[in-house]
């Protein structure tokens, strides 16, 4: 598993973990807006705000796990050549990107009625 | 003076080389494949469309130069900024931008040429021809008129009833083949063609550049290839997607559009940014400042760039919090931009700045890029982006972008490279005034248009009233807008000019660092006489020497094997895998690339049946396209030994066509998402969707149809496992079986669509279907006919055991068309079954 985390595929993971989780959020929010809006969905916040918030926590924790694993093999045998080095460092800054990308997008879901 | 032995046979194996690699003169050019003349003539093309887009800007200036004047009528006018925008867009800064890369990447990657030439032909006449067919509304009078993004409903049949828009969706599409069709040829020569020991972290950053670019137009093109397919459906056909009054939705053409738009913003600047972060340290002398942060940045803006289309919408009524999320997407993404803008000049500060000329456009580039990357931010707010939505503040924030941030690096890039190209420096004074007048002409256009936007004058009109205060800033705006003409106009002249007129440029002439360089200039057709292994971003400042052994054949590929050919590399490693065997000059590009036009002309003339006719001879000529290839003997003209290593790529088992098939498969699936996008979308948000109580595709006729193909592909995998094995004794049998399994497959899914009776003309719902089907169709149905070639090359020997790579390609084919079927049944039929029950 730390042998993986020098993989190029880690440089694109936590962003496409990125990618899907907006793609829920903004989906999810547009589909019960049209479907089936909160009763109070004018105001927030409702259990669509409590949704949103918990999917970002989850998937923030997720990311969160996978920088800190590249962050820890970096001192391991697997990051002992220059190439792997540059992968794992390269996805460790990638996976904390992703992350806060989702923190920052995600923060309105805490603050702003779903529907309006 | 007599040569030494070792001068003799390097002087022997570039002889050699240039009988293996000639490129016909004559009309036998148009079949050239070498990327070399088909990124320049991409470019050269790209220029002449430019060329044709800055006249039309010309008379939409003269025409708003003064308050209420009549030199062309609102129809006019609608037309210029509607071929305005699209000629720019898609037949100028794209094409003339992976132009370049196609040009450059070879030779910085230390390979012969990419590694499917025959696709960059194909690509590179589609592109031409898509053009063409564009363009020739401009002689017809019948220019579409509905805005380069061609909103709904104001393109469909009712308000644009001409054959405009037909003439857009359907000349943009081919375009958008052509764009493809180079993603995919980039994204494999740069993972799999680079030199040996060449890693992912010695990659010159402009390929990490270019990398991304390609694999963004990847993702980013399919959702308006499937939108022009379903408005053209719309138009011609009388489906319905976009008609509310049908049960579709015109949001929908505004999402799958922007899904491209947005990204296509990203795909511009980033291999302009390339240019710069290549010509910003060979003009500091030093090395890249923050080279990881700089592919940092590249990897965030590529996906972040996706998360941005929504702000193009915020008018359209989509709830608050939605267009918070965008908002802030914006607004982060300015920072991988801020980082690379940070490098730059951190790279600028450390070393020691040669004031060459493309450094003044680099300058000019630094200077346009961020006012328009700050009034982007402005309009990243969702108040802000109210208050001037539609106005020309957006039209000028969109060309300080654009022109900063994509043709003032072009241009210093031109300039940089041109030496490369002649051998010819520029001329130094036509070229600085060129350059001045184009920087103040732009400025004075459209930094003043700011104020005309804030102002309140609305984009898209082709007059207004004397009296409300726009009269001199349009005024001025115009008068820039020629000064800018006239810089341009320079510069195509320094450039003509200069092929006979400039100063001999020795090599090298800017102390660069990278690859390209290490060639004779100008460069012959196979770039580099021997490939070397290279284990450094800077081959040329750690290695002075390199250029000389380069071209004295002492490294690697030096053989005369009577072949074109290059190294295949590990994607990661870099190690020397195989020898990619490579094709040489041939007409399918042209033929295939000019029969799918004929298709494209007779679609136009509604000649249905013609149609039919040349695009069954399109299909007829790809199949002979891929016939040609691994082991036929116009292909592989020479016995190659079998003992030889690296071997050679059609007898291992991940050849180019491996990589260059899953690449473009991902463009497919990326097309098919947005289709499953636009289902779920007209489904929950259109105002009249109306959807029988049960699917009109009945349930077991699906079912028995997805048990052959799923029949089909595990028969058809678990005899490609026996070719791994060494197995292959009754491979062509097993083919002809698999082809069966999936004919019965495809005439289950076909007779399941007959029994829906599917009346796309009245509803979105069947017309979706309707697109599914046939979706589903045509990619078993291509398994299939692949099958059966399959066991016909197995017959002739061109495939066997020793020679297992061609099934490893088309069981990709059968894995993609079983996971569309099964997704498709989820998605289309399951899904609202399970939505129905109570």
């Not at chain 1, 598993?1 to 694109?12: A, E, G, N, Q």
């Not at chain 2, 030496?419 to 184009?438: C, E, I, K, N, Y």
């Not at chain 2, 005309?452 to 004058?457: D, N």
Request: charged share 10%; hydrophobic share 55%; net charge positive.
């Amino acid at each position: 598993m730390m042998r993986s985390l020098s993989h190029p595929v880690h440089l694109i993971l936590g962003l496409f973990i990125w990618a899907c989780w907006f793609v829920v959020m903004y989906g999810g929010l547009s589909a019960v807006c049209s479907i089936e809006p909160p009763e109070r969905g004018l105001r927030s916040p409702t259990w669509l705000n409590y949704s949103l918030m918990a999917l970002t926590v989850v998937t923030v924790l997720l990311v969160f796990n996978l920088a800190r694993s590249c962050w820890q093999a970096r001192r391991t045998p697997s990051a002992r050549s220059p190439q792997a080095r540059f992968v794992i460092h390269l996805a460790a800054g990638l996976y904390l990107a992703s992350m806060i990308a989702m923190m920052a997008i995600g923060l309105p879901a805490a603050l702003m009625p779903p529907c309006l | 003076m007599t040569m030494s032995r070792s001068e003799q046979a390097a002087a022997a194996l570039r002889q050699h080389l240039e009988e293996v690699w000639y490129n016909p003169r004559g009309w036998r050019a148009f079949s050239v494949v070498n990327h070399s003349v088909l990124g320049l003539r991409s470019l050269l093309t790209g220029t002449c469309f430019f060329i044709v887009g800055g006249l039309l800007a010309m008379l939409m200036r003269t025409q708003l130069a003064l308050p209420e004047q009549e030199l062309v009528d609102a129809q006019r006018y609608n037309q210029a900024f509607t071929m305005h925008g699209t000629v720019m867009m898609f037949l100028f800064a794209l094409p003339a931008l992976s132009g370049l890369a196609m040009y450059l990447i070879p030779k910085m990657i230390g390979a012969r040429d990419l590694l499917f030439p025959r696709l960059s032909a194909f690509g590179y006449y589609c592109y031409l021809f898509g053009g063409l067919i564009l363009l020739s509304t401009l002689v017809w009078g019948n220019a579409p008129d509905a805005g380069w993004f061609m909103y709904t409903p104001l393109s469909d049949s009712r308000f644009s009833p001409g054959t405009g828009a037909d003439f857009w969706l359907i000349g943009i599409t081919f375009v958008e083949i052509s764009a493809i069709s180079t993603a995919v040829e980039l994204v494999v020569s740069i993972l799999r063609s680079r030199a040996p020991g060449m890693t992912l972290r010695d990659m010159p950053i402009f390929c990490w550049y270019i990398l991304a670019m390609a694999l963004m137009i990847l993702f980013g093109f399919p959702p308006l290839i499937l939108g022009s397919l379903l408005l053209e459906l719309e138009r011609a056909a009388g489906f319905v997607f976009f008609a509310v009054e049908g049960g579709g939705d015109p949001l929908l053409w505004q999402h799958l559009f922007w899904l491209f738009g947005h990204p296509e913003v990203y795909i511009l600047f980033l291999p302009a940014a390339g240019i710069v972060s290549t010509l910003i340290p060979v003009f500091a002398q030093r090395p890249l400042i923050g080279y990881s942060w700089i592919v940092f940045s590249i990897i965030l803006i590529g996906f972040i760039s996706f998360g941005l289309w929504v702000h193009h919408m915020f008018t359209v009524g989509i709830p608050h919090l939605a267009q918070a999320f965008f908002s802030i997407a914006s607004m982060l993404i300015a920072i991988p931009t801020g980082i690379q803008l940070f490098a730059w000049l951190a790279t600028l500060w450390a070393g020691k700045v040669v004031w060459r000329l493309p450094m003044l456009w680099i300058f000019g580039f630094l200077v346009i890029f961020v006012c328009g990357g700050l009034t982007g931010v402005m309009l990243a707010l969702v108040p802000f982006d109210w208050q001037v939505h539609d106005t020309h503040f957006v039209v000028a924030h969109m060309h300080y972008v654009l022109v900063g941030g994509m043709l003032f690096p072009l241009i210093a890039g031109l300039y940089f490279w041109l030496p490369h190209l002649s051998g010819r420096m520029p001329s130094p004074l036509l070229s600085r005034w060129a350059f001045w007048l184009t920087f103040g002409g732009f400025n004075l256009t459209f930094l003043l248009m700011h104020l005309t936007g804030l102002l309140g004058m609305p984009r898209r009109i082709y007059t207004y009233p004397a009296d409300v205060g726009w009269d001199e800033l349009n005024l001025l705006s115009s008068i820039g807008g020629f000064v800018m003409a006239l810089g341009i106009a320079m510069l195509i002249v320094d450039i003509a000019l200069h092929f006979r007129f400039g100063r001999p440029a020795g090599r090298n002439p800017w102390n660069a660092a990278t690859l390209e360089w290490a060639q004779s200039m100008p460069p012959p057709a196979y770039n580099h006489v021997s490939l070397p292994v290279i284990t450094t971003r800077h081959p040329l400042w750690n290695h002075p020497g390199l250029a000389e052994e380069m071209s004295e054949a002492r490294h690697g590929l030096n053989d005369r094997s009577g072949i074109r050919e290059t190294y295949g590399t590990n994607a990661v490693t870099a190690e020397a895998q195989e020898r990619m065997h490579l094709p040489s000059n041939s007409w399918l590009p042209l033929g295939t690339a000019f029969v799918i036009a004929l298709t494209c002309c007779a679609l136009l003339a509604s000649l249905y049946w013609v149609a039919l006719a040349t695009a069954i001879g399109a299909l007829l000529l790809l199949l002979r396209w891929s016939w040609i290839n691994g082991a036929h003997p116009d292909y592989t003209p020479a016995a190659l030994d079998e003992t030889a290593y690296p071997p050679v790529h059609w007898r291992t088992r991940s050849g180019p066509g491996l990589w260059g098939t899953a690449t473009a498969l991902l463009a497919d699936g990326a097309l098919y998402l947005s289709l499953i996008f636009g289902w779920l979308y007209l489904w929950t948000v259109a105002p009249q969707w109306s959807a029988p109580r049960s699917s009109p595709l009945s349930l077991p006729p699906l079912l028995i149809s997805g048990v052959f193909l799923g029949a089909a592909s595990l028969w058809y995998w678990r005899g490609v496992q026996g070719l791994r094995q060494g197995r292959g004794k009754h491979w062509a049998q097993r083919c002809l079986l698999t082809s069966g399994l999936g004919l019965l497959h495809v005439l289950a899914l076909l007779y399941t669509a007959m029994q829906a009776e599917l009346r796309p003309t009245f509803s979105s719902h069947d017309s979706v279907l309707f697109v599914l089907v046939a979706y589903l169709v045509l990619h078993s149905g291509l398994a299939v006919i692949a099958t059966l070639l399959q066991a016909r090359r197995a017959q002739l020997n061109y495939v066997n055991a020793r020679q297992p790579y061609e099934p490893e390609v088309v069981l990709l084919l059968w894995k993609y068309a079983l996971a569309s079927f099964w997704t498709a049944l989820a998605a289309f039929v399951l899904l609202p079954l399970a939505w129905s029950v109570p």
